[in-house]
């Protein structure tokens, strides 16, 4: 998948060393905001660091316990990263992981991406099992797998080490044959189709 469109604003595009130097400023000048729930944002210094984490992770599908990331483009200008990690293709379970620029929170974007990689692991992939994990008190991040119909299975305490201090993550899970069900309810509640 080189890029998936969303709508006429909002696309997923693969991750590109071209896209080093946007996302690095992105978490540069978000540095406060994004590190109390991201660890990474500490180890990265400079866009170099940036552009060989993207290099890293290119081609993740062939890897075991892969992680593919998407740049998120919201009139054309990167925005954030949402990405398909730990995966598990014995077990068939991904986890989604994702963080946008905070101007941009309370736009749906995160919402809708989220929909598009749910649609392309369950299709494309045959995952089975889908996971938001979040830290505890990330109320905005948690409220993104809630809206799309995820069950909250439980917490890990002390389930990440963020910035020296343990938190606690809630965990969360979609499964195949729920968003299909879901999806095809709400096709009939569109159409307000009565099957009798």
Request: charged letters at 25%; glycine letters at 6%; proline letters at 4%.
């Amino acid at each position: 998948m080189s890029s998936l469109e969303i709508n006429g604003e909002l696309k997923l595009l693969d991750i590109h060393p071209t896209h080093a130097p946007e996302i690095f400023n992105l978490i540069n000048t978000n540095r406060a905001h994004f590190r109390q729930w991201l660890r990474f944002v500490d180890d990265t210094k400079t866009p170099e660091d940036t552009l060989e984490y993207i290099n890293s992770m290119m081609n993740g599908w062939d890897k075991p316990c892969g992680e593919v990331l998407f740049s998120i483009s919201y009139q054309n200008q990167i925005v954030g990263v949402i990405a398909l990690k730990k995966t598990d293709w014995v077990d068939r379970i991904v986890e989604i992981g994702y963080w946008i620029d905070p101007i941009y929170q309370g736009h749906g974007i995160i919402s809708e991406s989220c929909k598009a990689l749910i649609n392309y692991a369950f299709k494309e992939k045959d995952v089975n099992r889908i996971e938001i994990k979040c830290g505890v008190g990330n109320d905005k991040s948690s409220h993104i797998p809630q809206r799309l119909g995820f069950v909250l299975e439980g917490i890990e305490r002390e389930g990440e080490l963020i910035n020296g201090k343990f938190i606690d993550i809630s965990v969360y899970s979609l499964l195949k044959h729920d968003w299909i069900e879901d999806q095809n309810k709400r096709l009939v509640e569109k159409f307000h189709f009565n099957p009798n």
